[in-house]
């Protein structure tokens, strides 16, 4: 079984920053590609932020330059920076992997699009 698990969200004024944390649970072997996705109510969820396994990020333009995602492969982590936060970006932020793992049988395999379960993020005064 594998799990991504968000954390770090809360509340926090304009102009105020925060770190999020993805935690990839299981027998982990290889995180792929990974990505920061978020949806504010009434919105469809959209890409905020992506990181290939060699370390290129790019990043929604709405965040660009705010927003620095990075990530951990000995501790199975991705994290997301945010900065100068505003208050559009209230949303709940989820956490997204392409990774290969043992399975319980222990046989490797590969899975695509693993989602987090979400950590809410304010942004209000």
């Known amino acids: 079984q594998v799990q991504l698990v968000e954390s770090g969200g809360g509340l926090v004024q304009p102009g105020g920053s925060l770190r999020l944390s993805c935690a990839a649970n299981g027998s982990i072997i290889t995180m792929y590609t990974c990505d920061w996705y978020r949806q504010a109510p009434g919105k469809q969820r959209e890409m905020v932020a992506h990181?290939?396994?060699?370390?290129?990020?790019t990043y929604a333009r709405s965040v660009e330059g705010r927003f620095a995602i990075s990530r951990d492969d000995a501790r199975n982590m991705v994290y997301l920076q945010m900065n100068s936060l505003r208050p559009e970006d209230t949303a709940v932020y989820y956490c997204?992997?392409?990774?290969?793992?043992?399975?319980?049988?222990?046989?490797?395999?590969?899975?695509?699009?693993?989602w987090g379960q979400g950590t809410q993020v304010t942004v209000s005064s």
């Open positions: 997204h992997a392409d990774l290969s793992y043992y399975s319980e049988t222990g046989e490797r395999q590969v899975g695509y699009g693993h």
């Open positions: 990181i290939t396994g060699g370390g290129s990020a």
